[in-house]
Nanobody
Framework: VQLQASGGGLVQAGGSLRLSCAASGGTFSRYVMGWFRQAPGKEREFVAAMKWNVKYYADNVKGRFTISRDNARNMWYLYLHMNNLKADDTAVYYC????????????????????WGQGTLVTVSS
């Protein structure tokens, strides 16, 4: 399994960005896939995830971020649409996938995930 995140950059507060994660080598229609982020000096935290077609969000991004998933040409893509960005959203964003697919999988738990992308930096200027 390979995950390649992209789409980060510098944006002003209130602006928008779309992160993409290209995934290959797995059955991603069944996998839990998610986004995490790590701000400078802080631990990595859960942002959003999809389990089957159910979406989960951290409270601090709910209503501003939208996670989605698509496939095309034998590739899967995980997206994170981020609106009304705040300075606190500045972080390195990581996409991840898990081979767990049962109803008991807690998609907000970092240890659930087996594969990680390399991260993409989002910087929000205030």
């Amino acid at each position: 399994v390979q995950l390649q995140a992209s789409g980060g950059g510098l944006v002003q507060a209130g602006g928008s960005l779309r992160l993409s994660c290209a995934a290959s080598g797995g059955t991603f229609s069944r996998y839990v896939m998610g986004w995490f982020r790590q701000a400078p000096g802080k631990e990595r935290e859960f942002v959003a995830a999809m389990k089957w077609n159910v979406k989960y969000y951290a409270d601090n991004v709910k209503g501003r971020f939208t996670i989605s998933r698509d496939n095309a040409r034998n590739m899967w893509y995980l997206y994170l649409h981020m609106n009304n960005l705040k300075a606190d959203d500045t972080a390195v964003y990581y996409c991840a996938s898990s081979t767990c697919w049962s109803s008991s999988c807690d998609s907000s738990t970092e240890t659930l995930y087996d594969y990680w992308g390399q991260g993409t930096l989002v910087t929000v200027s205030s």
